[in-house]
């Protein structure tokens, strides 16, 4: 997702370390239209949520001192359009994306070209684990730790709301 994000065009790396070693090679080749979009996008993103945070202590002040009011309501409901932040930024950005579409030149190519129809079934990936145990591992130990982060995250956000 890195290349993608970046709009470096030709993205063929898998592994961590090979997104590493693919970054530092291919990052003269970034479409600036591209990158813009995905630093734009992190940021709306980030703003969304912090807004979220912001929208959610007005409305347990608004509920704690005055209960259901039609302030609180409003509270209520911008923190549901807050839930909403990835369909909003994907409506955004293909509106942006539609509306600078001029002389068949895509100014974003985050996606680029996808062929039609349905890839076969292939267990070649199968065959060549022996090849590849180390990146698989460290792949997984990637995701793993993710994994871990997130539950952690989940697990402190539970307690601290529930005591």
Known sequence: QIGAFLGIVEWDSDGLIEVIESLVQKVGTTRPSDAELGFLTLVVLIAFKQFQRLLSRKYEEELGSNGETRKSRLWKLLIVVCFMKNIIVVVIATAASYSLYKNDTDPFLVVGHIKAGIQSPDLSAFSSFAENWRKILI?????????????????????????
């Open 139 to 163: 792949d997984g130990l990637a995701v793993a730790i993710v994994a871990l982060i997130e539950q952690v995250s989940i697990a402190k956000a539970f307690s601290k709301k529930h005591g």
